[in-house]
């Protein structure tokens, strides 16, 4: 079965905080401590990360999740919690994740390139945290954050130099395995690579280059015919395009005409491929007597140019079935070695100029961060109302509110993010109803009650 997997979905759930502690100082000879109750510890964050060691999803189509260890829970005499450990999740280089809604996250294009995919929850203050002149002795903690988490659907396009492209059976398999040390199975068959296959070029002692060998494009590929559409995509981050084209075609398409159609279903799928460098080449040269050859492109050719033009030119019946009309920048065969240092050569030229055109590579694409700040008050029904937003949701995420002194807490906590305001502002009235995560309440403007329980103090344990 075939390994190559460019499309999975990925489940990610960064470790929660722990939550802190709510502890009193007990020494021999201290009569009544103070709160000395610990913070919980983060929870550890989920990273993807982008590996050349790894040119499939396929980890991933079984097995989904991803999580990071949760932060430990604070503990007496101020013990804070352990940190939660990140994980790092290895993709390939070439890598997009999307949310859902199919917003671009990241765009791991580099090896090493790093996203957050998902944040670890932060750890719950302890009780000696909340230690003030009005607070001597509180017994409430805060309770650790839930650590983000998200479904994502990831997509490989490979990113490599040059893509080899051309029909079925022409030698691009057997070009590549030429090349570079990759060895991916050839036969004397159309559709004998049925997944794209990378491969690395060492033109000479500095310079190195990837080439992918692509399945075979038929005509009518960028519709959905045969199997290269669906590769397709993987031609789209090539800095340079080999255009692969059988001299002697036991196919029995002249060459011109499958140059014509290559170019067509590029231009068909996406028309910036065309404005890509490429290299015309034609393959299998030993099969043809050397009389016959066809004559190569004047060397200005080079020029996408010139062979856009030769493009747009309309193939008519007098094209003979050698294709007189085509001239390769260059004819090779993987056998002989006829061309292949020359063909190396002048790509890893094309590669280079390539490199060096590009604007200065930054990396990861990071578009959005997991959770907007700030909150945001909606009205759920007539006297009922719904503050959410991760600010307001820490407020009131105590382990405890029932005490006075934690509903004090809560309530200037809330006031001074302003959702007092807000909530007026979205005309809340005394006596409706608010709810903040898993906290509902009722709300009166300006009192210092915040649940409106008995105001008596209780004595703190
Ligand atoms: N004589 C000769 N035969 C070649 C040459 N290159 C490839 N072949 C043969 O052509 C056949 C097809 O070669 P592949 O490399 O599998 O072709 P491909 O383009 O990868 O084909 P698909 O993967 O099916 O798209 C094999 O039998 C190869 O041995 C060459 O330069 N000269
Ligand atoms: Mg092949």
Known sequence: MSGFVDEAQLHVKAGDGGAGAVAMRREAHVDKGGPD???????????????????????????????ADNGGHGGGKKKHGARGKDLEVAVPVGTRARRSDGTLMADLLNAGDRWLAGEGGRGGRGNASF????????????????????????????????????????GKST?????????????????????PHLGV????????????????????????????????????????????VELDPITGVPPAEQHRVLVDELRRYQPELLDRPRLVVGSKADMVAPEDLPAPAAAESFD?????????????????????????????????????????????????GARTAEPEADGTIVIHRPLPEGFTVERVGEHEFAVVGKVAERA??????????????VQSRLRRLGVDRALAKAGARDGDTVHIADLSFTWYRDQPEFTGQPASRRRNR
Not at 47 to 67: E, I, K, M, Y
Not at 225 to 237: P, S, V
Not at 398 to 407: F, G, P, R
């Open 37 to 67: 109750g610990g913070d919980g510890g983060r929870g550890g964050n989920v990273w993807l990360v982008a590996t050349t060691n790894q040119s499939s999803l396929l980890p991933f189509r079984d097995h989904p999740h991803r999580g």
């Open 201 to 244: 070029v060492r033109a000479d002692d500095e310079t190195n280059f990837t080439v992918a060998d692509i399945p075979g494009l038929v005509e009518g590929a960028a519709e959905g015919k045969g199997l290269g559409h669906q590769f397709l995509r993987h031609i789209t981050r090539a800095r340079a395009l080999v255009i692969l």
């Open 396 to 409: 009131v995420a105590l382990n405890d509110v029932t005490t006075d002194e934690a509903a004090d807490y």
């Open 131 to 170: 230690l003030s002149n009005s607070r001597r002795a509180p017994a409430f903690a805060e309770q650790g954050e839930k650590g983000h988490e998200e479904w994502y659907d990831l997509e490989l396009a490979l990113v490599a130099d040059v893509a080899l492209v051309g029909f079925p059976n022409v």
């Open 304 to 352: 996408r140019v010139d062979v856009s033009q030769a493009d747009d030119r309309t193939t008519t019946d007098d094209d003979d079935a050698t294709g007189g009309e085509f001239h390769p920048d260059l004819v090779i065969s993987s056998i002989t070695g006829q061309g292949i240092p020359a063909l190396i050569g002048r790509l890893a030229t094309l590669v280079e």
């Open 175 to 195: 070009l590549i395995s030429r090349i570079s040390a990759a060895k991916p199975k050839i036969a004397d068959y159309p559709f004998t690579t049925l997944e």
